[in-house]
């Protein structure tokens, strides 16, 4: 960055000054002294080479950013930045205006994979604090946004599902001096603290994230009245393809999961340890 006029002349002047044998020399005071004079046109001349210097960087960097592959993370990034409803300027891959409005900026969620001849990019938006899929209009916009920004000859295909459906049989033996045997805390602060503490685990998983049953356990272990918290049975599904059993991990095709309440609470059980 370029350094003020200013600047530049209170360094050759300091530079003088610091110099044994021109500091010997009597050098008038006076702030038009033909010394000083020199010193301030000699700053504009540096200044304005500086200033050169910065316009060049400036050229290269967005020569070198137009021209190189854009990578999985710029896809993310790009469609973090989709404005519902605002046009685009043609020829450009930003908008006139950049706002944070929620509603305005709606994939508060996005990632891109690299698939077989294509990059998949998953979105999702926030909807009263939990993720949601885009609506049909949304989705249409946000595609249209995409396609004219993407590298030229790369094929997308961008999706925005509702969550893949979690369904998990768990026992619970639990501390009945905490918990009772409804599963409800005996204090009467929360009818359902282990379904909650589940929930919790599923929203605290980073977008398109994996899901490690090893995790869950420890999650639920960790919920206050929990003395063992062991999962029978865990299994998936998105869309209507068919569940899937978890046995280690599972990679939500949606991006995100959501827990089958009505299959839990036939599923789970509750017994005093």
């Not at 010997?24 to 002294?33: D, E, I, L, M, Y």
């Not at 272990?221 to 929990?226: T, Y």
């Amino acid at each position: 960055m370029a350094r003020t006029i200013t600047e530049i002349q209170q360094q050759i002047i300091a530079a003088k000054d610091a110099d044994p044998v021109l500091s010997a020399h009597s050098w008038s005071t006076s702030k038009v002294a033909i010394w000083r004079l020199w010193t301030y046109i000699t700053a504009v001349c540096i200044w304005s080479l500086e200033q050169l210097f910065d316009y060049h960087k400036a050229e290269v960097t967005a020569l070198l950013a137009a021209s190189k592959p854009h990578t999985l993370q710029w896809y993310t990034n790009m469609a973090k930045r989709f404005q519902n409803g605002q046009l685009l300027p043609d020829g450009s891959d930003v908008y006139a205006v950049i706002t944070e409005d929620p509603t305005i900026r709606i994939v508060q969620y996005a990632a891109a994979t690299e698939l077989s001849n294509l990059i998949r990019v998953k979105v999702a938006k926030e909807s009263s604090g939990t993720l949601a899929k885009l609506t049909t209009g949304e989705l249409d916009a946000f595609t249209a946004y995409m396609k004219r920004i993407k590298d030229a000859g790369i094929r997308l295909q961008l999706t925005s599902d509702d969550p893949d459906t979690l369904q998990l049989a768990v026992a619970i033996y639990y501390d009945p001096l905490v918990l009772a045997a409804s599963g409800a805390r005996v204090d009467g602060t929360s009818p359902t603290p282990v379904l909650d503490g589940i929930n919790t685990f599923l929203a605290s998983l980073p977008f398109d994230g994996v899901f490690i049953l090893n995790e869950l356990i420890a999650a639920i272990q960790a919920i206050d009245g929990v003395k063992i918290g062991h999962v029978i049975s865990a299994q998936a599904n998105y869309a209507l393809t068919p569940f899937v059993p978890i046995t280690v991990k599972y990679t939500p095709d949606a991006g995100y999961m959501k827990l089958d309440v009505t299959y839990f609470n036939t599923a789970v059980t509750y017994t005093a340890a």
